[in-house]
């Protein structure tokens, strides 16, 4: 259940950034999104880590703002293995890559499951 509602969550984000950032288009139906959320978040499961480890050094020095620019990079990269998703650009990535994680933030956060005293 909680990998679907993943792969949900990454839908939405992923369809929420060709809504709100210029320089980014998807072509597809509904199952191709959903798709694209299981790739994405496949790619952010297996090379995220990867990267920010590969990172580290231009992490310490810009105090973690690198890490925009490597979410940036990563969703740019997820456009070129994901047909019908474009990114124009590395600004269109790393402000799709804040679309993103506010979008992923808001359904956490209304999706938590809460603790009853």
């Given at each position: 259940m909680r990998l679907l509602l993943s792969i949900l969550g990454n839908a939405v984000a992923l369809y929420a950034t060709t809504r709100v950032v210029p320089g980014i288009t998807f072509k597809g139906d509904v199952?191709?999104?959903?798709?694209?959320g299981a790739i994405f978040g496949l790619l952010n499961l297996?090379?995220?880590?990867?990267?920010?480890?590969?990172s580290l050094p231009a992490l310490v020095l810009t105090l973690g703002l690198f890490y925009f620019v490597l979410n940036g990079l990563l969703l740019?990269?997820?456009s070129k293995l994901m047909p019908?998703?474009?990114?124009t650009g590395l600004g269109a990535g790393i402000l799709g890559s804040l679309v993103i994680m506010v979008v992923n933030w808001v359904l956490s956060a209304?999706?938590?499951?809460?603790?009853?005293?």
């Open positions: 199952v191709t999104l959903l798709l694209a297996v090379v995220r880590p990867l990267a920010v480890l590969l740019w990269g997820f019908g998703y474009d990114v209304l999706f938590r499951p809460r603790k009853d005293a």
